[in-house]
Nanobody, 127 residues
Framework: QVQLVESGGGLVQAGGSLRLSCAASGFAFSSNAMGWFRQAPGKEREFVASIIGYGGSTYYADSVKGRFTISRDNAKNMVYLQMNSLKPEDTAVYYC????????????????????GGQGTQVTVSS
């Protein structure tokens, strides 16, 4: 079955960096677009970044553009989120998710376009 396991979260000071990892299994990873979402306390889950199946095209929320970088290693079935210049407002539980595979270019930012997600990893940025 599909499994997505995030790791790499933690506590970091504002301005610091973290690299999140997501280990995927149970599906044809290289042909599936993947995304990262986050949910802060009391807020709805929001799109962070996504990457197409064979790499190359990436998409970012405006709030993280220029600070976060999504990447993937299809040989290892891994997707990553490098987070630099972290801000307190980046504090959230971060989830990786597998895109359903339809109309990615027009749905990459929609949570409903992803059919599987991991358990999440907590990122806390102190001021």
């Amino acid at each position: 079955q599909v499994q997505l396991v995030e790791s790499g979260g933690g506590l970091v000071q504002a301005g610091g960096s973290l690299r999140l990892s997501c280990a995927a299994s149970g599906f044809a990873f290289s042909s599936n677009a993947m995304g990262w979402f986050r949910q802060a306390p009391g807020k709805e889950r929001e799109f962070v970044a996504s990457i197409i199946g064979y790499g190359g095209s990436t998409y970012y929320a405006d709030s993280v553009k220029g600070r976060f970088t999504i990447s993937r290693d299809n040989a290892k079935n891994m997707v990553y989120l490098q987070m630099n210049s972290l801000k307190p407002e980046d504090t959230a539980v971060y989830y990786c998710a597998k895109h359903r595979g339809r109309s990615f270019s027009s749905t990459y930012y929609l949570g409903g376009a992803y059919d599987y997600g991991g358990q999440g990893t907590q990122v806390t940025v102190s001021s």
